[in-house]
C-alpha cells in the first residue's frame, strides 16, 4: 500500500433535478482508495453510495443528474474534467465497474465470450480471435468450469452465480487498478455470495487493484473490508479503519446500525434496538444535521448547523457535534 | 414468550410437484420440478418455526401449499387436527380465515389503487366479519393502531407509506381475521437494515399480544435467529435438519446447514479474522432432476461413497431434533 492515494475524492457533490425539486443524492462527500486496499462505503437505500459510485465512472444521466462540484482524481487527474472520449477510454478500462443485477447487465444477444473479449478488442486493440484466447484465461481464472466451451454460450444459460463471474471476468480484462462493485452479490443466494466476494478479494489481492465494495450489509464489510465509509442522506457521516469503526463506532447512525442487526452471535431473547422514525426526503432535507430527527443523542445545535466530517483521531473520522 | 401447549399445524409428507409439459396440442408431460418432495414437520401453539433455504429450496412453496394456494400433489397437512388437503369450497374459505399470510413484497402485494381502510378491511368482507360498516372502520382503525400506525391513515393510498410502513399495512390486513396462524414469507428481507429491525419487533410483539403463531420463511439466518424457537432447514425440496434455535445455532449437524452458516458473516472484523473462512462449492442443482443419492453430495464436503446412491431419511435425534445425513445415522 502506497501513501499517496488512487483515488481521491473531494466535495463530491451529485444532484438530481426532479419535479419535486433538487434532490442532493451525493452531498459532498470526500474519501480516498489506496492501491491493494478495500474500501466499504456502507449505507442504506437512498443513503447515495450507488450515486457516488456512478459519479466517479461518470455515468450519471445528465438530465436530470450533474456532478455540481467536487474533484475525483484518479492517479493525478481529474475525471471530472475529463472529455467524454478521454473517459470512455478510463472506464472499463483502467477503472472497471460490477453492478449488482447479474441478469440485466450482461447483453442477453451476445454470446459470453463476445462479452468478455469486447474490453481487450476494445482499449487494448487485440483482434478478436486474440481477444477470445484472453476471455479462455478469464473465464478460467474467475473458475467457470469448461470455459472453452461455454465461451459460445448465451447469459440466459448460465446460473445467477456464473454471470456474476463472467462480470467479474470483464471487469478484471484489462487488468483495471480500480475496481467498484456495487451490491455485487445482494442478488445471489448466501453461500454463492461468499463464493462471489471471497473469489473478489482473492482476484484483487493478486493483481494489487483497489476495490471499492458499496453494500448495505454490515456482515460482509466486517468480513472483507479494509476501511469504511457509513453514508446517511448522501454525505459520510463516519469514516475510518473498519476494526476501529466496529470495536468503537462514534457516530450514532453508525451505533443504531450496529445494535438494529440480528447477529449469528447476539444474545438470544433480546429485542432488537431500531432506530426510530425514516429516512428523510432528499428533496427537503432538514437543517443540520439530517439524522438529527432519529439520533438518541440530538442537541439543539444539530437541528441548525450541519456537523463537518472531523477526526476523532489521525485514521477515524465523525460527522457529529456530540461528544458520546 | 408463551408456553406452546398444542400442536396446530402437522404436515406429512407433503409434496408438490410441478409438471413440465412438452406440445401445444397435445401436452405430454416430459419432467417434473419436485419444489417440494416429502416435508414434515409440526408447529406448536404460540411457537415461530423459521423455514430456510436458498432460493429453489421449496421453502415459499411449501408456505402456499399449506394455505392451498398451490395444488398438493401428496401428503396431509393437519390444521387444528383437520386434514385440509383435501378440502375445497365453502370448507376451504372458512379454513383460510384461519390462516394468512404477509408476503415479501411490501409494493407489488397492495393494491395501489386502495385505499389503506381498503385495504385492510377487504378480508372482513370476504369472509362476512366486521358488521355494519362504521363497526369495520372502527376495526381497521383500531388494526392500524395495533401495528404502529396512526389511526387517521386509513383514508390514505399506500403510495403515502414507506416500505416498512407498507409492510405495516400488511400485516394489519392478515391480523384482520384474527387468524391462529400467520406465515410470513421473507417479510423484512425487502426492508432497509435499520427498518426491519422494526418489523421483526413487531413480529414478536403481535404474538405475545395475540398468541400468533408463525411460519417464518426466509433466508436469512441472523434475523430467523433472532425471532424462531425451532428451525427446518431446507435444501432440494426437503427438510436436511430441524432443531431448536439453540441447538442448531450452537451444533449445526448437516453439512449444508454448517455451510449456510459459515457463509454468513458475523459483523465484527475480529471475529471475521479468527473464523478464517472457506466457501463452500457449486451452487443448487435443477429441482427438476435433483442428484442422486443425498441431494446435497456433490457439494458436500464429507461426501461418502454411500451418499451418492442412498437417500438419507429423516432421523429423529434426541430432544426433537432431526438430521437427514448419513454421517448422523441417529
Excluded at chain 1, 459532498?28 to 450515486?51: H, I, L, M, P
Excluded at chain 2, 355494519?132 to 399506500?158: F, I, N, Q, W
Excluded at chain 2, 407498507?166 to 437494515?193: F, N
Excluded at chain 2, 454448517?258 to 429441482?287: W, Y
Amino acid at each position: 500500500m502506497s501513501d499517496v492515494p488512487l483515488l481521491s475524492i473531494d466535495g463530491l457533490t451529485t444532484h438530481f433535478r426532479t419535479e419535486r425539486g433538487v434532490v442532493r443524492a451525493v452531498d459532498g462527500v470526500s474519501f480516498d482508495v489506496r492501491s491493494g486496499e478495500t474500501v466499504a462505503v456502507v449505507g442504506e437505500s437512498g443513503s447515495g453510495k450507488s450515486v457516488t459510485a456512478l459519479s466517479v465512472l461518470r455515468l450519471i444521466a445528465d438530465p436530470p443528474g450533474r456532478i455540481v462540484s467536487g474533484e475525483v482524481r484518479f492517479d493525478g487527474v481529474d475525471l471530472v474534467t475529463l472529455s467524454d472520449p478521454e473517459m470512455r477510454a478510463v472506464r472499463g478500462n483502467r477503472i472497471a465497474m460490477i453492478f449488482q443485477e447479474p441478469m440485466s447487465s450482461l447483453n442477453p444477444a451476445l454470446t459470453i465470450g463476445m462479452q468478455v473479449a469486447e474490453p481487450l478488442n476494445r482499449h487494448r486493440g487485440m483482434g478478436w480471435p486474440e481477444a477470445r484466447r484472453h476471455a479462455v484465461e478469464l473465464l478460467r481464472k474467475v473458475q467457470i468450469p469448461d470455459p472453452e466451451k461455454r465461451l459460445d454460450s448465451y447469459p440466459h444459460q448460465f446460473s445467477g452465480g456464473m454471470r456474476q463471474r463472467v462480470m467479474i471476468a470483464m471487469a478484471l480484462a484489462c487488468g483495471p487498478r480500480l475496481l467498484i462493485a456495487d451490491e455485487p452479490t445482494t442478488a445471489l443466494d448466501v453461500t454463492v455470495q461468499s463464493q462471489i466476494l471471497s473469489l473478489l478479494k482473492a482476484l484483487t489481492r493478486e493483481t494489487g487493484a483497489a476495490l471499492i465494495l458499496i453494500t448495505h450489509d454490515l456482515g460482509v464489510v466486517a468480513r472483507y473490508a479494509d476501511r469504511v465509509n457509513v453514508m446517511y442522506a448522501g454525505r459520510i457521516v463516519e469514516s475510518g479503519p473498519a476494526g476501529a469503526i466496529y470495536a468503537r463506532p462514534r457516530h450514532p447512525y453508525t451505533r443504531g446500525l450496529m445494535a438494529s442487526i440480528p447477529r449469528l452471535d447476539g444474545d438470544v431473547g433480546r429485542r432488537l434496538v431500531p432506530i426510530p422514525g425514516q429516512p428523510p426526503d432528499l428533496a427537503a432535507l432538514p437543517a443540520g444535521c439530517p439524522f438529527a430527527p432519529r439520533c438518541v443523542n440530538v442537541m439543539d445545535r444539530c437541528r441548525v448547523e450541519r456537523p463537518p466530517l472531523a477526526p476523532v483521531d489521525p485514521t477515524h473520522s465523525k460527522a457529529c457535534w456530540s461528544d458520546v | 414468550m408463551s408456553e406452546p401447549t398444542d400442536t396446530i399445524l402437522q404436515v406429512e409428507n407433503l409434496k408438490v410437484h410441478f409438471p413440465v409439459t412438452q406440445g401445444i396440442v397435445i401436452k405430454k408431460e416430459v419432467g417434473r420440478v419436485r419444489a417440494v418432495d416429502g416435508v414434515s414437520f409440526t408447529l406448536k401453539r404460540g411457537e415461530t418455526l423459521g423455514l430456510v433455504g436458498e432460493s429453489g429450496c421449496g421453502k415459499s412453496t411449501t408456505g402456499l401449499a399449506i394455505l392451498r394456494m398451490l395444488p398438493v400433489t401428496e401428503g396431509r397437512i393437519l390444521f387444528e387436527d383437520e386434514d385440509i388437503a383435501p378440502m375445497e369450497g365453502r370448507q376451504l374459505r372458512a379454513m383460510r380465515r384461519r390462516m394468512q399470510m404477509v408476503y415479501q413484497d411490501p409494493y407489488g402485494s397492495l393494491n395501489p389503487r386502495m385505499t389503506v381502510d381498503d385495504i385492510v378491511s377487504e378480508p372482513l368482507e370476504v369472509h362476512g366479519l366486521g358488521g355494519t360498516k362504521a363497526e369495520r372502520r372502527e376495526k381497521v382503525s383500531a388494526l392500524l393502531e395495533l401495528v404502529g400506525l396512526r389511526r387517521d391513515m386509513g383514508s390514505r393510498y399506500p403510495h403515502e407509506f414507506s416500505g416498512g410502513q407498507r409492510q405495516r399495512i400488511g400485516i394489519a390486513r392478515a391480523l384482520a381475521v384474527e387468524p391462529a396462524l400467520v406465515i410470513c414469507d421473507e417479510p423484512v428481507s425487502a426492508l432497509d437494515v435499520s427498518i426491519q429491525a422494526q418489523v421483526v419487533n413487531l413480529f414478536e410483539e403481535l404474538q405475545e399480544r395475540l398468541g400468533l403463531s408463525y411460519l417464518f420463511i426466509a433466508h436469512d439466518l441472523a434475523v430467523v435467529r433472532q425471532i424462531s424457537d425451532r428451525i427446518a432447514v431446507m435444501y432440494l425440496g426437503r427438510i436436511v435438519e430441524i432443531a431448536t434455535r439453540d441447538a442448531l445455532y450452537r451444533e449445526p449437524l448437516h453439512p449444508y446447514t454448517q455451510a449456510l452458516l459459515g457463509a454468513i458473516p458475523i459483523p465484527d472484523p475480529e471475529i471475521e479474522k479468527a473464523r478464517d473462512f472457506q466457501p463452500i462449492v457449486g451452487e443448487v442443482p435443477s429441482a427438476m432432476r435433483p442428484p442422486e443419492g443425498c441431494r446435497f453430495h456433490p457439494r458436500c464436503p464429507h461426501a461418502m461413497a454411500k451418499c451418492k446412491v442412498e437417500l438419507p431419511p429423516l432421523v429423529e435425534m434426541a430432544d426433537g431434533r432431526a438430521v437427514a445425513c448419513h454421517l448422523h445415522p441417529g
